[in-house]
């Protein structure tokens, strides 16, 4: 079993920064290829971003490509999402998911959730 813990969400004005943090606990975390997912009201869990296990390879939605960077600390068990230049159309609930697999943009290919943390974009 792996344990997911996100931090770091808030209220945020439109234009402005935040970083997440993913804790991991239980398995080995450099085994596991990360990612970020987030879901807004209403709608689907949708892709955000996603790192292999050595933190050489990131991938990322297009919706955040050049604004969101991801990156990960094996020594420490961490993932980082750090936010750039946020907009109103990011406020969801934003969870770290962790796999065993190569498929990183697929829900369905990750094994282990976290319980999520809100950001809100104010415009």
């Known amino acids: 079993q792996v344990q997911l813990v996100e931090s770091g969400g808030g209220l945020v004005q439109a234009g402005g920064s935040l970083r997440l943090s993913c804790a991991a606990s239980?398995?080995?975390?450099?085994?596991?290829?990360m990612g970020w997912f987030r879901q807004a009201p209403g709608k689907e869990r949708e892709f955000v971003a996603a790192?292999?296990?050595?933190?050489?390879?990131?991938y990322y939605a297009d919706s955040v490509k050049g604004r969101f960077t991801i990156s990960r600390d094996n020594r420490e068990n961490t993932m980082y999402l750090q936010m750039n230049s946020l907009k109103p159309e990011d406020t969801a609930v934003y969870y770290c998911?962790?796999?065993?697999?190569?498929?990183?943009?697929?829900?369905?290919?990750?094994?282990?959730w976290g319980r999520g943390t809100q950001v809100t974009v104010s415009s």
């Open positions: 790192i292999s296990r050595s933190g050489r390879s990131k």
């Open positions: 998911a962790a796999q065993m697999g190569s498929n990183w943009s697929d829900f369905y290919e990750y094994d282990y």
């Open positions: 239980g398995r080995t975390f450099s085994n596991y290829a």
